[in-house]
C-alpha cells in the first residue's frame, strides 16, 4: 500500500491578502482548520504545513500540529512541497493541501488520493462538471479536457472545447464542461521532476503550471467531485464568510 503525507503550503506574505493563514474564522485560524480537516482523510499517514514564517510555524505548534520549514523563494505550492519531500524520505505519494480553503471536504483528499491505484499515473487532480453559462467564460475558473479514461488532455482559462454548431449562451446544453479545482497529487519521482523543468510555452501563455506537466508528457489523471470547494483569497471573501458563519455554532 502506498505511503501518502497530505502537505499544506502556507505562507505570510500573500500580495493580495497579508498574513491570511492566521485570519480567525469562527474561533479558529484559517490554518488550523485546514490542517484539522486534513487529518480527517482516510488515506493520509501524515499531514504538515509547509512555511517559510516564523508565525505561522508557531501557530501550528499552538494547535499540536506538525509543520517544515521551506525557503521563501518558492513559486508555488509544488515547489513548496518538493522541497518538504527531499527532507522527509518514504513517502510514495504526495498530497498539495491549499492553505486557503478551511472546510476543504476530506472525501475530496480520499477521491484525489485513489487516482493513484494505477502505476501510469504520475500526476492527479479533482475536476467539476460546469452546469452555469457563466463559469464557462469565467477565466478566472479553469477548464479542462479529458480523454475517455479521465486523463487530462489541456487546460485553460478560455472555454473549451468550442461548441461549433451552437450559440455561447446554450453550450452548457450542447456539451458537459468540466471545472478544475485545484488540489494535486504527485508521485514522488514525479513532483520532484517537474519542479526541475522550467516554465513551458503554455504554462507561460495561460498562468496555468499543470500546463508546464502537461507539455513535457507527464500524465494527469483526473476524478470528477460534486463538491465545491470554497476558497479565500481575499479579505472581502473572509467577510461574506464570516457573515454567512455568524449563526452557526462551529466546533
Not at 524520505?89 to 477521491?111: C, K, R, S, T, W
Not at 460546469?130 to 477548464?143: A, D, G, L, M, W
Not at 481575499?234 to 458563519?245: A, F
Request: proline share 6%; aromatic share 8%; charged share 25%.
Amino acid at each position: 500500500m502506498s505511503k501518502i503525507i497530505g502537505i499544506i503550503p502556507a505562507r505570510y506574505a500573500s500580495t493580495r491578502f497579508p498574513g491570511k493563514p492566521l485570519v480567525d474564522i469562527a474561533g479558529k485560524t484559517m490554518i488550523q482548520r485546514v490542517y484539522e480537516q486534513a487529518l480527517k482523510a482516510k488515506s493520509l499517514s501524515k499531514v504538515i504545513v509547509a512555511t517559510d514564517d516564523e508565525r505561522i510555524a508557531d501557530e501550528v505548534t499552538r494547535f499540536g500540529g506538525e509543520f517544515a520549514f521551506t525557503a521563501s523563494h518558492h513559486q508555488s505550492g509544488t515547489d513548496r512541497c518538493a522541497e518538504v519531500i527531499e527532507k522527509m524520505p518514504g513517502f510514495d505519494i504526495v498530497i498539495n493541501i491549499q492553505g486557503d480553503e478551511p472546510f476543504i471536504e476530506p472525501a475530496q483528499i480520499d477521491l484525489l488520493a485513489s487516482c493513484f491505484v494505477s502505476d501510469k499515473v504520475d500526476l492527479a487532480t479533482l475536476i467539476k462538471p460546469i452546469q452555469s453559462q457563466e463559469s464557462i467564460y469565467n477565466p478566472n475558473s479553469p477548464k479542462v479536457v479529458i480523454d475517455v479514461n479521465g486523463r487530462a488532455m489541456y487546460f485553460s482559462r478560455s472555454p473549451i472545447p468550442f461548441i461549433r454548431n451552437g450559440e455561447p449562451g446554450v453550450w452548457a446544453e450542447k456539451h458537459q464542461f468540466y471545472k478544475h479545482i485545484g488540489i494535486y497529487g504527485y508521485r514522488t519521482e514525479a513532483l520532484k521532476a517537474i519542479t526541475q523543468l522550467p516554465p513551458s510555452s503554455l504554462e507561460i501563455a495561460e498562468s496555468l503550471e499543470q500546463l508546464r506537466w502537461i507539455e513535457n508528457g507527464f500524465y494527469i489523471q483526473t476524478k470528477a467531485t460534486d463538491l465545491e470547494t470554497v476558497a479565500i483569497d481575499t479579505p472581502e471573501d473572509l467577510l461574506k464568510l464570516n457573515k454567512l458563519l455568524k449563526a452557526l455554532k462551529l466546533p
